[in-house]
Each structure stands twice: as C-alpha cells, then as structure tokens.
C-alpha cells in the first residue's frame, strides 16, 4: 500500500527547520500538540494533514515563531527560533493585505520594511507579481480584485522577501473549486522554479497528494505525529494527468481510509 512508502533518510546538510520535542498546551487545560519532532528539508513541499483540531496550524505558527511552545523548540539553520524571521514568510488564509495600498504596494510591503529602497523593491514586487500570474493589475486595490487574485497578492509579498521557507495556513481554502486548481499548478511551477521550502496546512487529502513531498499526519487532539506519507507521483507532465493517476487515486483512498475514524 502507498501509505508505507520508504522516506529517505535526511541529512543535516539539506535540513533547513528542526522541530525538536514541541508540545503546546493552552491554559494548562488543553493540549493541542504532543511531542513533535520533524525536519524539513530544502526544496521539499510538506502538506500538515489531519482531523479539525488537530494543531496543524498551531504547529504551522510556532514554526514562523508566531506562537511559543510550551515544550520543545525549533530551529532554523541550527538556532533556536525565538520569533518571526527573515528566513521565513507566512501567507495568511485571509490573505492579510491592506485595503488602502495597491497591489504593487502589497507586494512591496516586506521588503520596505526591511529597509529595501523604492526602486529596488518595487522592482522586485513586479518580478513576483508576473509570478503569480498578476501582470497588469500593479495599479489596482484589493476591493477591485476577486479572492483568488488578493491571495496571488499575498503569495507575491511573500515571495519579494525572498524567504527560504515559505509557510501556508490553507491558503486555498477561500477561492473557487477552479481558482484552487490553478493555484495548485502554480504552486508546482513555483517550487521548481523559486527552490524554496513550503510548508503548507490543508484538509483536503486531494490537494496534500496532489502538491506534495512529504504529507504529515497528525493524530486528532492532542495534535501528535502519525505518520509520514511520501507521494511517488510524477509531476513533470501534465498538471491535469496527475488527477486521473492511478497512483494519486490509490493514495487519496489509503490515507482517508487511516483518517475516517477520526471525522466526526
């Protein structure tokens, strides 16, 4: 069955986050994840997967340095995470632009607060807007954009910051059946052509197989590490081709199969 797939080894070179014994409790009344320990490697996309309340993005959030952990930490390049860093760049699920500030400003925004001059910046916002698919609507304001393009906006701002790792909270979640699958083509295009880490939090089983290296399972709460599935799906063809894959079709069935007795 694919849900035994072999994960390759990890070696310290290519690791870029270590998640060292995280445990996180709230108000000392519920514990919403249990003793984590996972690696994230360069280059690699990992979808949290799991029942509603199992702290995928509660994990997701203390490795952008959102949250603290109550136990444990993580690591970033071998040192300890005691906040956000400009080694990582979280997209939010509601996309988090400012209403009053055009797209190319959106875009722009991290990288004026580090410092980055107009020119440059705006240079480089331009550069990821045409990523995403954006080109010709610099000029245009959030209210003037459907969902899916303010959340191409809040893809773009992360990244011009050109963050290492790039964090995801469901950011598929608020568009159209359509709008999702263009933007997980995208996603694939953008991960061969940017090399960057993404960690990505979703509930669809669907799209964690589809976009997928690694997918973690997590067990219902308290959130605890299930187990690590790693897709063998070629995804050098045609985005579409994957859907129909037999290979994608048997791996949504297993892993929905080790998740249906946790669904309410």
Not at 57 to 75: D, F, H, N, S, W
Not at 161 to 175: G, I, N, Q, T
Request: glycine share 8%; hydrophobic share 40%.
């Amino acid at each position: 069955m694919h849900m035994t797939q072999t994960i390759v080894a990890e070696t310290e070179a290519d690791q870029i986050i270590e998640v060292a014994g995280i445990h996180k409790t709230y108000g000392n009344v519920v514990t919403a994840l249990q003793d984590i320990n996972l690696g994230f490697q360069r280059g690699e996309l990992t979808s949290l997967l799991g029942p509603s309340g199992c702290g995928k993005t509660t994990l997701l959030k203390i490795i952008a340095g959102l949250l603290e952990p109550t136990e444990g930490e993580v690591r970033v390049h071998g040192k300890p995470v005691t906040g956000p860093g400009p080694e990582r760049a979280f997209v939010f699920q509601d996309f988090a632009l400012m209403p009053w500030a055009t797209v190319i400003k959106n875009a722009a925004f991290g990288l004026e607060l580090k410092g980055v001059a107009l020119e440059e910046r705006e240079d480089r916002a331009r550069h990821y807007i045409n990523e995403v698919g954006l080109a010709g609507f610099e000029d245009k304001y959030p209210h003037e954009l459907s969902g899916g393009m303010r959340q191409r906006v809040g893809l773009a701002r992360a990244l011009a910051v050109e963050a290492e790792v790039l964090l995801m909270d469901e950011p598929f979640s608020a568009v159209d059946e359509q709008t999702r699958r263009k933007f997980q083509e995208d996603l694939i295009r953008l991960r061969e052509t940017e090399n960057k880490t993404f960690i990505l939090v979703t509930h669809s089983i669907e799209e964690a197989v589809y976009l997928s290296d690694r997918i973690v399972l997590l067990s219902p709460r308290p959130g605890r590490l299930k187990q690590i599935v790693a897709p063998e799906i070629d995804r050098s063809g045609d985005p579409e081709a994957i859907r129909r894959n037999t290979e994608y079709l048997d791996l949504i069935d297993d892993i929905w199969a080790g998740l249906r007795d946790y669904v309410e």
